[in-house]
């Protein structure tokens, strides 16, 4: 207290006026000192890398911060503290960083004394960071590594018939998930890079162990269509369900329905082909494409008498005349035979069936019990809404359950009218607030304004005050014990002395 007082004292012989500027005066002063030091003691970034592309800017800043120094990008170029910019190149180059650039075979080196399996090698050392490389620029993969085993030729004149094999290890970014399609062209790009490679024998895998890769191409496309068969199936609940939710919605309320849908769909393409002959219209044998007819005629002497035609025994389908001239014992003989071939109308049909077929629905339906409106015409009106809804179709099996549980409404909804309650006296408060402040804003400006304009008076010594030295020691007593007993009220009263000063 002892200090205080020196300085109330020192305070109390300045004007209004006076207080204000010295106020301001102090306070500009602290911010000076502030910018001053805060510019002062900034650290001075400065490059430390520069032409990155987007990926390896953030690879690079990852490390960074990992390694817990300060960096800042600006373009294409990445700034660390002046301080701290050897240490970072020396980081970077550690790690690896930047991955930007391309690999080409000048590092391959041959000499006499390097055998072809060496030199082999060096050129498959290239050929598996140009896959790297090029599989780091995919979305969503952070590093990756590649490595291919190609089986040597034990001996010239044996053919080794072990195939080329790789594998593909990738490191994926945090909430990144590499796509099975994507999968797919990993394993063909590194397939066509290797002679003798397939598809087949590159096997990839993630940072977490799973196999993100079939056993072979053909299972490869298959997952490809699992994935867009389970997407497509998905599609179609959802999209009956929305329709049902928002009819189901309309009859007993928003909030007092839940539908779920289940489609039972099959994927199977069906091709059926079918041959059928027909004879043409108007015909019943078809029609005629060919006949061949056959005439031969012979004589003999000596021969029996003439008689009746007879059948051949050769051809059963045609008539032998046998006459004779007169008496005499020669006779001719006359055969013919005639074959004609049909045709028919032949029709090959091809079907081939929707590949998506819709086998059946399995329908749910949960109505709000503490619904007072919900009554059993109601539930029947809504299985048979939904029933009409979902349709049927021949050979479909359509499953249609409602059932009533009581939900359990949130919190949020049974405070809404409370909200809404409490609404209108917020309003009222805040108008309330926006008034009093431009009243007490009126009261300040004018009281300044009357200060303004009226001269300062001078200070007066009343002769009374120092008459009555016992009143103003009373007045001490009283004032010392207010704020004993009452010092809230004190602090009020205090505070509004020093408003009037």
Request: aromatic share 4%; with cysteine.
């Amino acid at each position: 207290m002892k200090y205080i007082a020196p300085i109330t004292q020192w305070w109390n012989k300045f004007n209004p006026r006076q207080k204000r500027n010295l106020v301001i005066s102090l306070v500009s002063a602290l911010i000076c000192v502030v910018v001053i030091v805060w510019f002062t003691t900034r650290p001075n970034y400065v490059t430390v890398m520069s032409g990155l592309d987007d990926n390896s800017l953030g690879q690079v800043q990852q490390q960074l911060n990992t390694l817990k120094i300060p960096n800042k990008i600006n373009g294409t170029s990445i700034l660390v503290p002046k301080a701290d910019a050897d240490q970072a190149r020396i980081q970077l180059s550690m790690a690896g960083l930047p991955k930007t650039g391309a690999i080409d075979y000048s590092s391959v080196k041959s000499s006499y004394a390097m055998t072809q399996a060496q030199f082999n090698l060096q050129v498959l050392n290239v050929l598996q960071q140009q896959l790297a490389q090029t599989i780091d620029q995919m979305n969503g993969v952070v590093a990756s590594q590649v490595n291919i085993v190609i089986p040597q030729q034990s001996n010239m004149f044996v053919n080794n018939n072990q195939p080329s094999k790789a594998s593909v290890f990738l490191q994926v970014g945090t909430g990144a998930q590499v796509s099975p399609s994507e999968v797919a062209g990993i394993q063909s790009l590194v397939a066509h890079s290797v002679s003798g490679l397939s598809a087949g024998n590159v096997s990839v895998v993630d940072q977490n162990g799973t196999t993100l890769s079939s056993q072979g191409a053909t299972s490869s496309t298959g997952a490809v269509l699992t994935n867009s068969e389970l997407s497509l199936r998905q599609q179609i609940e959802s999209q009956l369900q929305q329709q049902l939710q928002g009819g189901l919605s309309q009859i007993v309320g928003p909030g007092n329905v839940v539908v779920t849908v289940n489609a039972d769909v099959s994927f199977n393409r069906v091709v059926s082909q079918s041959h059928s002959v027909t004879p043409a219209q108007g015909q019943s044998t078809g029609l005629p494409t060919s006949q061949q007819i056959t005439k031969s005629s012979s004589s003999s002497t000596g021969g029996a008498p003439s008689g009746a035609a007879t059948t051949s025994s050769s051809n059963p389908g045609s008539a032998v005349y046998l006459g004779s001239a007169g008496s005499a014992s020669n006779s001719t003989s006359t055969q013919s035979s005639s074959t004609t071939n049909y045709d028919n109308n032949y029709v090959n049909t091809q079907t081939t069936n929707d590949p998506i077929q819709i086998n059946g629905y399995s329908v749910g339906v949960l109505v709000d019990s503490t619904n007072k409106a919900i009554t059993p015409q109601v539930l029947s009106q809504i299985k048979s809404y939904v029933q009409n809804t979902v349709g049927s179709m021949p050979g479909q099996k359509n499953s249609v359950t409602v059932s009533t549980v009581p939900f359990q409404h949130t919190g949020t909804t049974l405070l809404s009218p409370a909200k809404n309650s409490i609404l209108p006296f917020a309003i009222a408060g805040a108008a309330l607030l926006l008034f009093g402040g431009g009243a007490t804003w009126l009261i300040v400006s004018r009281r300044k304004r009357q200060r303004g304009m009226a001269p300062e008076p001078e200070p007066v010594l009343y002769t009374e005050d120092l008459a009555q030295p016992n009143e103003a020691d009373h007045m001490k007593r009283r004032v010392a014990k207010l704020a004993n007993d009452k010092p809230e009220e004190f602090a009020k009263m205090l505070r509004t002395w020093l408003n009037e000063d």
